[in-house]
Structures are given as C-alpha cells and as structure tokens.
C-alpha cells in the first residue's frame, strides 16, 4: 500500500561523492511522515544508524559520517536524500531507508491510516579503494 523505494547506488571510487534518494509512494496519499533516515548494513555487520531527520528538517548522524554526509528531506516529495562525500572503502554497505508514522489517505477506500514505521528495500553502495 504504502513503500519506500530507494535510489542512487552504484560504485565509486574511495573519495568520490555520491547521492541516493528514498521516495515514499504508493496506492495510498501520504500526508504527514515523522522522522526519516538512512541505516546501512555491511556484510557480517549489524545495521547501524547512518542519518535521520526530523520533519522540521533537524539532522542527527551517525560519528562515522559527520563532515562528508549530508541527510536532507522534500516533504512536498516524501522524499530523504543522502548525499555522501568524501566516500571511504568502510562505507561499502546496504542503505536502507527508514520512515516512523506515516500517515496515509488510501486512494480507494478512502481510510484513514497510519503506519508506525516503513523500511526501504535497500541500496548497494559500494566505495572502491
């Protein structure tokens, strides 16, 4: 009814830049997203914070990112973007988009409805060394 759908990944070379999008879509109107952010897991690894975002637009980041990642948001969009700079091998991982209460109009019934939090399928970034 209601996803997000992630954008952006690929390879790049160890201090190149790269920026991946997350769009909450579906049969449904999205009018109110709480927090949203970017996770990342590597293999072998437990799925770690990367960013999150306020509605307002405050940020909060994970120590490993501070001063090469940017998390921004279009709530016009339902859209989370992550630009990344300065990219280091120990980025390689899975993104994964995350959103917390979502708010919803399904376009058929037409309910009301609200999801307490959605996960993304996930992106592969991968940093070349």
């Known amino acids: 009814q209601v996803q997000l759908v992630e954008s952006g990944g690929g390879v790049v070379q160890a201090g190149g830049s790269l920026r991946i999008s997350c769009t909450a879509s579906g049969s449904a109107k999205i009018f109110s997203i709480n927090n949203m952010g970017w996770y990342r897991q590597a293999p072998g690894k437990q799925r770690d914070m990367v960013a999150t975002i306020t509605r307002d637009g405050s940020p909060n980041y994970g120590d490993s990112v501070k001063g090469r990642f940017t998390i921004s948001r279009d709530n016009a969009k339902n859209t989370v973007y992550l630009q990344m700079n300065a990219l280091k091998p120990d980025d390689t991982a899975v993104y994964y988009c995350?959103?917390?209460?979502?708010?919803?109009?399904?376009?058929?019934?037409?309910?009301?409805?609200?999801?307490?939090?959605?996960w993304g399928q996930g992106t592969l970034v991968t940093v070349s060394s």
């Open positions: 995350h959103a917390e209460r979502v708010g919803y109009i399904d376009y058929v019934t037409p309910q009301t409805g609200y999801l307490d939090e959605l």
